[in-house]
């Protein structure tokens, strides 16, 4: 069978197909709302976070201080044994310069792009990172291996969320470098 | 080549109204830690991993991204099953028989008690351009049918408030029960009406929950337990989605997919043959139009057998003897795994308060709730 | 083995376009109808379906594998959906072969289908509920973030350019001016691509595929039944399919580590050793033109940052050693999710049986692959088909 000898099906629409009423349409706006529990782990990492802190679990089998926390090792499959803390500070494991909203919209000429990143966090095991946010910091600075600290909201301003932190910052002020040819962020 | 697929391990958290101690995650591994210790093995031993799910029910899209760490499924064969948990042991079925896996998990859970608003919800899955726009609430689905059941099988609302006294009452002695209770068909018949002839106690209130099983190839069975618990038929059923289409009567998709077990299972006499049987009682006259549909009741006998006694614990054949929706909870995908669970329970002895005696071969049944036609039948043995 | 041999016997698919007149109903119903057409049988002829569709946000129906279930040919019989995320669409004949393989079947209607413009301000948007509802989503993240912090780790990692990457939406919208279905078939440059609107650095908007409405269909038969339908059956040989830890970011991004377990067990099943040379032509998944470099890799088709170097020598054009998405690929075709991948799996079976028309590889190729990714960078899905 060759696709080229078969009549497809799809019909392809254009905007002015809408717009001069050639195809009938509905709309239905869904009106769906969640209360998730937190449970025991992600419920005192949201504690912690509105204390300024970041907290792990630890598994005494494999060692390792995961971060999100959580209450079982899915690698040991195990119930996992203690918390602990970790630092505020971590390592850019690899980051985004972001142009677009959530919706795909585009960010306006005046708004600043947004730095999504994966932040490896200091005291957790190697590589386990959380994403957040860089700022502070210009986009063309940023490099893979940039040293970050925490920026946190006021303490009266938090609520027990990932947002309590505002964003990650770069440890040292970032030394203007040449921005490398043809990379435009 | 393998000839047989069995359950070698099963574990639940039992249910409750709501669960706000747990996350769904903690909730789950739970139910796949006792799971995998009932079975004897280690979820990194298990070849393949099914999680029966629907995306909008969590709150989230792409539902399996979330499945794997608490099964002990990482890095492992895994998919969602959008479908109820019985669809998603069929698939588990199907993998072993191929010969290409020995042993597969099924987990499916509720976190209902998370929708802040349940029935508009349910009424997301209505045609968008037909059915939607008339804003009914989604229980007028089971309104309309509940009304041409009783005019074709001269069945009355009574004796369907009849099916809510006996599944609560028989809730009262499980302990995994969210909705036991002592409560008379007067009560039934005075609770706020929802969409006539249904009143509020016809419809089984949501509850969460999570269940785990593990299904074994024959050999691998015999090998992990003394007592595996076999799966002898399976069927399922899509019916037409399109409501205008229905015929509202009957419930077409479970007979459908009984033939289907049945003829799997080798039991020609259906009625003779099965000795207990958990079936979809989420609204109160659909264990009746069930039963019918099964032929574990003639058309239009099913009000009859119930008033006998014929279904209820001490009877010929116990029907929802967990207390089914109606006294357990309605568990949306995980309604099959608990009647599974109950299944499981009953045939390896250990139903406890609830135990009946003497029992080899179960039925478990299913439908996907409005607006589907879809059901799925799992017929079970210890033999 | 002694496992059962299953053949794929027919396809059916529609265009993908942009927005489609066809309810997902509608669109299903072509695909299906084609396929079934394609190997002269009814509906009747089928006894079991499987329906493969990624979000319910898109189409804006809960539980959609009910909805679409008329359009897939599901009537009074035993129907289930499958569902694992971008991977669905070659995980369809993988769900397809649990039906024939155990016995349960002989014929199985496998459909998959995707209705991605009902979801208004724009499908992107649903992306947003993928991240984790708690921990990710207050930051507000969209898909295409994911893909940028995949890329840019993946590039650092390996030294590789942009320009090298943009080889891969160069010809893979190319060869898509060859496929009846493409949307977004185009003759374009390197730097037609890098000139291209910076959306999340470093992805630009032509390194990205678009948002479709598109359905595809297979027709899966036993052996039996299979040599009495065709001639030309080809065999599903290998299946794999793993998922990675939701714990998206505690993982090294530089490799796609599920895609080399899921090839793993589909190159095992159908006795692979050296994929490289076993693999007469292959569909990864492309979403990304990235991805594609990426996912050969996973697959163990070439070592680890070789990829780009390979597409650069045109290793995998279609007339090269391996060639790599011959059908133009989602970059050129489109990418209704689900059905792009079974898209894919279409193409290596008319690749096989030698009706790929324009888009036909040279040297009869005898053995094929393909792949697809899902969720937050975890799901791979792998199957190897043959014709002999």
């Known amino acids: 069978m060759d696709l080229d000898t078969c009549e497809l099906g799809g019909t392809p629409l254009k905007s002015s197909d809408f717009e001069k009423c050639k195809v009938l349409t509905t709309e239905w706006k869904p009106n769906l709302g969640y209360a998730w529990d937190n449970g025991v782990a992600i419920?005192?990492?949201?504690?912690?976070?509105?204390?300024?802190?970041?907290?792990?679990?630890?598994?005494?089998?494999?060692?390792?201080?995961?971060?999100?926390?959580?209450?079982?090792?899915?690698?040991?499959?195990?119930?996992?044994?203690?918390?602990?803390?970790?630092?505020?500070t971590g390592v850019v494991n690899t980051?985004?310069?972001?142009?677009?909203?959530?919706?795909?919209?585009?960010?306006?000429?005046?708004?600043?792009?947004?730095?999504?990143?994966?932040?490896?966090?200091?005291?957790?095991?190697?590589?386990?990172?959380?994403?957040?946010?860089?700022?502070?910091?210009?986009?063309?600075?940023?490099?893979?291996?940039?040293?970050?600290?925490?920026?946190?909201?006021?303490?009266?301003?938090?609520?027990?969320?990932?947002?309590?932190?505002?964003?990650f910052k770069p440890i040292r002020a970032a030394a203007p470098k040449k921005a490398a040819a043809g990379r435009k962020r | 080549m393998v000839k047989r697929v069995g359950i070698v391990g099963i574990g639940t958290t039992g249910f409750r109204p709501i669960t706000p101690d747990v996350s769904y995650r903690e909730m789950i591994f739970e139910a796949a830690r006792k799971a995998y210790t009932d079975a004897g093995i280690e979820p990194s031993e298990i070849g393949g991993f099914i999680t029966a799910a629907e995306d909008f029910l969590e709150g989230y899209s792409i539902a399996d991204e979330y499945c794997p760490d608490q099964i002990g499924a990482v890095l492992k064969p895994t998919q969602t099953i959008p479908g109820d948990f019985i669809q998603a042991l069929a698939t588990g079925y199907m993998m072993i028989m191929t010969g290409a896996f020995k042993t597969v998990a099924i987990e499916a859970h509720s976190k209902a008690s998370n929708v802040k608003n349940i029935d508009e919800l349910m009424g997301f899955a209505f045609d968008p351009v037909y059915n939607r726009p008339l804003r009914e609430t989604p229980h007028a689905i089971a309104g309309l049918e509940m009304t041409r059941y009783m005019f074709e099988t001269c069945t009355s609302a009574e004796q369907c408030a009849k099916v809510v006294v006996k599944n609560k009452a028989n809730a009262m002695r499980n302990p995994y029960a969210a909705f036991g209770a002592e409560i008379s068909e007067r009560d039934v018949m005075n609770s706020e009406a929802i969409s006539l002839p249904l009143h509020r106690l016809d419809i089984a209130p949501h509850a969460d929950g999570a269940v785990v099983a593990v299904l074994a190839d024959g050999e691998t069975a015999l090998a992990l337990t003394d007592m595996p618990i076999w799966i002898e038929g399976l069927g399922w059923c899509t019916d037409t989605p399109t409501l205008e289409m229905r015929d509202w009567g009957e419930a077409a998709y479970a007979r459908i997919a009984a033939e289907m077990a049945y003829k799997m299972a080798g039991i020609a006499n259906p009625a003779g043959m099965i000795d207990f049987a958990e079936i979809c009682d989420e609204y109160s006259y659909k264990e009746l139009q069930h039963m019918e549909a099964l032929k574990l009741a003639r058309p239009g006998e099913a009000a009859h057998l119930l008033e006998s006694g014929a279904t209820s614990f001490a009877g010929d054949i116990p029907i929802n003897v967990s207390g089914g929706a109606l006294g357990v909870g309605h568990l949306f995908e995980a309604s099959g795994a608990h009647k599974i669970l109950e299944l499981v329970e009953q045939l390896r002895g250990e139903a406890g308060a609830r135990q009946i005696p003497d029992v080899n071969i179960g039925l478990a049944q299913v439908w996907r709730g409005v607006p589907t036609a879809t059901g799925a039948v799992a017929i079970l043995s210890n033999m | 083995m002694g496992m059962r041999k299953v053949a794929i016997v027919g396809a059916g698919i529609t265009k993908f376009v942009r927005r489609a007149q066809e309810t997902g109903k509608e669109l299903s119903w072509q695909a299906s109808k084609m396929a079934l057409d394609s190997c002269g049988l009814s509906l009747d002829d089928v006894d079991m379906v499987t329906l493969g569709t990624a979000p319910d946000a898109f189409d804006g129906v809960h539980m959609k594998g009910e909805y679409l279930a008329d359009g897939a040919g599901a009537h009074r019989k035993p129907y289930m959906r499958h569902y694992v995320g971008g991977g669905t669409g070659v995980f369809s004949p993988i769900h397809g072969w649990f039906h024939v393989a155990s016995g349960m079947a002989d014929i199985c209607l496998v459909v998959a289908e995707e209705k991605m413009s009902s979801c208004h301000p724009h499908p992107q948007g649903a992306f947003l509920t993928i991240f984790d509802h708690t921990t990710e989503q207050p930051l507000k993240p969209t898909l295409i973030w994911i893909f940028a912090l995949e890329m840019n780790r993946y590039m650092q990692t390996y030294g590789i350019s942009k320009a090298d990457i943009a080889r891969v939406s160069v010809k893979n919208k190319g060869n898509a001016l060859d496929h009846p279905s493409a949307q977004v078939a185009e003759k374009i440059t390197v730097e037609d691509v890098l000139a291209s609107e910076t959306l999340c650095w470093p992805v630009n908007r032509l390194d990205i595929s678009p948002a479709s409405d598109g359905a595809a269909a297979v027709v899966l038969a036993s052996e039996r039944v299979a040599r009495r339908l065709t001639d030309k059956p080809v065999w599903i040989d290998g299946v794999g399919f793993a998922i990675d830890t939701a714990y998206w970011a505690t993982r090294d991004l530089a490799y796609p580590r599920y895609v080399e377990t899921a090839a793993r067990m589909a190159y095992d099943m159908a006795g692979i050793k050296e994929p490289a040379k076993e693999i007469h032509v292959a569909e990864p998944y492309d979403p990304f033109d990235y991805k594609e470099l990426h996912h050969m890799e996973g697959l163990m088709l070439c070592p680890r940052g070789e990829a780009a170097r390979l597409?650069?020598?045109?290793?995998?054009?279609?007339?090269?050693?391996?060639?790599?998405?011959?059908?133009?690929?989602?970059?050129?075709?489109?990418?209704?999710?689900?059905?792009?991948?079974?898209?894919?799996?279409?193409?290596?079976?008319?690749?096989?049986?030698?009706e790929a028309g324009k888009r036909q590889v040279p040297g009869k190729p005898t053995c094929g692959l393909a792949q697809a990714w899902g969720d937050l960078m975890q799901m791979g899905t792998v199957i190897v088909l043959r014709s002999h």
């Open chain 3, 311 to 354: 597409t650069a020598e045109g290793y995998t054009a279609r007339d090269g050693n391996l060639p790599i998405c011959p059908s133009g690929g989602a970059l050129g075709v489109g990418n209704p999710i689900a059905a792009t991948g079974l898209m894919k799996v279409i193409e290596i079976f008319l690749q096989l049986r030698g």
């Open chain 1, 95 to 167: 980051f985004s310069i972001a142009r677009v909203n959530w919706d795909a919209s585009r960010r306006g000429p005046k708004e600043p792009p947004l730095m999504p990143a994966v932040i490896e966090i200091d005291g957790a095991t190697k590589g386990m990172g959380i994403m957040h946010m860089l700022g502070e910091v210009d986009p063309d600075d940023v490099t893979i291996g940039m040293k970050v600290r925490a920026v946190w909201k006021k303490p009266e301003d938090r609520t027990g969320a990932i947002t309590d932190i505002l964003y």
């Open chain 1, 43 to 88: 419920g005192r990492y949201l504690a912690e976070l509105k204390e300024g802190r970041i907290i792990a679990r630890v598994c005494h089998e494999c060692h390792r201080i995961m971060l999100p926390p959580r209450m079982f090792c899915e690698l040991c499959f195990r119930p996992t044994d203690e918390w602990a803390y970790v630092e505020d």
